[in-house]
């Protein structure tokens, strides 16, 4: 069973458009949401991370919203680059456990 | 510092044969981590470790087997490799923040085809 449900799969945007990648989770107990980006032939790093005692946080041109009661966190980049093309890949974890659950990713494109 | 570091970086092994990757992090890291990542399917844990001879199992244990000897190292097996196990390699570390574990490190991966 998918713990963090990630969509959309793939994702085009024109270049100085904002992309949207949104995630939800079923887990109450989770309380750490990172976001990795990873490009071709690399490792995942980490891009961004919000704690549920926020519901925004934004670093540059990359934002999390994180809605709480619906159990919902989405990835925000404003003024997309052709060099944000890379796969992007929710993930959330417990304060007390020592496991993450990653979504299954988002292909994004950004065309010149 | 080179972080999280991975051998071989590419295999080709035949079915029924074994192998051994290799991760090494020079982060002092408490947890290390194994996944495998197939397309659509994101990034699965197969095995991974709190601390130096601990290790658990993750979501798809099977087939592989996993050693921590000294805290810097972290080894995934395949005793008897399938074509189900083509798939590329990540290992991670992260340290104790808390009581809990914050940002995973990853390495470059192993892109491993099994034939």
């Known amino acids: 069973q998918q713990q963090v449900k990630q969509s959309p799969q793939s994702l085009i945007v024109q270049k100085g458009g904002i992309s949207i990648i949104n995630c939800a989770y079923e887990?109450?107990?989770?309380?750490?949401f990172p976001w990795y980006q990873q490009f071709p032939g690399k490792g995942p790093a980490l891009l961004i991370a919000?704690?549920?005692?926020?519901s925004e946080k934004k670093e540059g041109r990359f934002t999390i919203s994180f809605n709480k009661s619906a159990k919902q966190f989405s990835l925000h980049i404003m003024d997309s680059q052709p060099g944000d093309s890379a796969t992007y890949f929710c993930a959330a974890s417990r304060d007390t456990g020592n496991q993450f659950y990653f979504g299954t990713g988002t292909s994004l494109t950004v065309i010149p | 510092n080179a972080g999280v570091t991975q051998t071989p970086k590419f295999r080709v092994l035949k079915t029924g044969q074994s192998m051994t990757l290799l991760c090494a992090q020079d982060?002092?890291?408490?947890?290390m981590y194994w996944y495998r990542q197939d397309p659509g399917m994101g990034l699965r844990l197969i095995h991974y470790?709190?601390?130096?001879?601990?290790?658990a199992k993750g979501e798809v244990p099977d087939g592989y087997n996993v050693s921590r000897l000294k805290k810097q190292n972290f080894l995934l097996g395949l005793e008897s490799a399938a074509p189900s196990q083509t798939s590329v390699y990540f290992c991670?570390?992260?340290?104790?923040?808390?009581?809990?574990?914050?940002?995973?490190?990853f390495g470059p991966g192993t892109r491993l085809l099994v034939l």
């Open positions: 982060m002092n890291h408490e947890y």
């Open positions: 919000i704690r549920p005692d926020v």
């Open positions: 991670a570390s992260s340290y104790l923040h808390g009581t809990g574990v914050e940002t995973q490190y």
């Open positions: 887990n109450t107990a989770f309380d750490y």
């Open positions: 470790s709190v601390g130096e001879g601990t290790t």
